[in-house]
């Protein structure tokens, strides 16, 4: 019985160290563009009847994400909304820090983040066409845990940009009545 106790708790310690190497020497390359070669990885339109000027202003206040948009808790931005700023926010039961990598007004908004065993980039753009604006949304998401649990991450990353657009596209028109 000592024995067996022994072998599960040396079993626990070493994929406990092979965990925090993982996290620990794993390194990611931030990047404006989306990794084309990560294992995951999609894109999504909408159409939204808003301006890309109240999309931006929307998606733009980070710190009020949660309030039009259930499945982020506790976003807070340090600082002001431009590349090099960062965010923490939690989604999906992970928390996130995020830098923001591209602001342009009414045009593009780009972050990249690293959560526990995954790191992310992702990308909107707003492009007015006539009153109503298409929104387009990419993301890519890579490391150990993303690998090792790509359906899973999969999955979840299609349902959560889907809602995360439909939720954007619910305040933009609410906003503009």
């Known amino acids: 019985m000592k024995k067996m106790i022994l072998s599960i708790v040396l079993l626990i310690a070493a994929v406990a160290l092979l965990i925090t190497g993982l996290e620990l020497f794993t390194s990611y390359k931030a990047s404006v563009t989306i990794n084309t070669n990560a294992p995951v990885q999609t894109t999504k339109k909408i159409i939204i009847h808003a301006s890309p000027e109240r999309i931006w202003t929307i998606m733009s206040r980070i710190d009020h994400w949660a309030e039009w948009h259930k499945d982020v808790q506790s976003p807070k931005l340090e600082g002001p909304f431009q590349a090099g700023s960062s965010f923490d926010w939690k989604s999906g039961g992970l928390t996130i820090h995020s830098t923001i990598h ?76």
């Open 102 to 177: 591209t602001a342009i007004p009414y045009t593009r908004i780009g972050w990249s983040g690293k959560a526990f065993g995954a790191f992310a980039i992702h990308n909107w753009s707003f492009t007015q066409i006539g009153e109503r604006t298409e929104v387009r949304v990419e993301e890519s998401m890579e490391g150990w845990l993303v690998s090792l649990m790509r359906g899973k991450f999969q999955r979840g990353l299609e349902q959560s940009l889907e809602t995360w657009m439909n939720n954007l596209k619910a305040e933009a028109e609410r906003q503009d009545r």
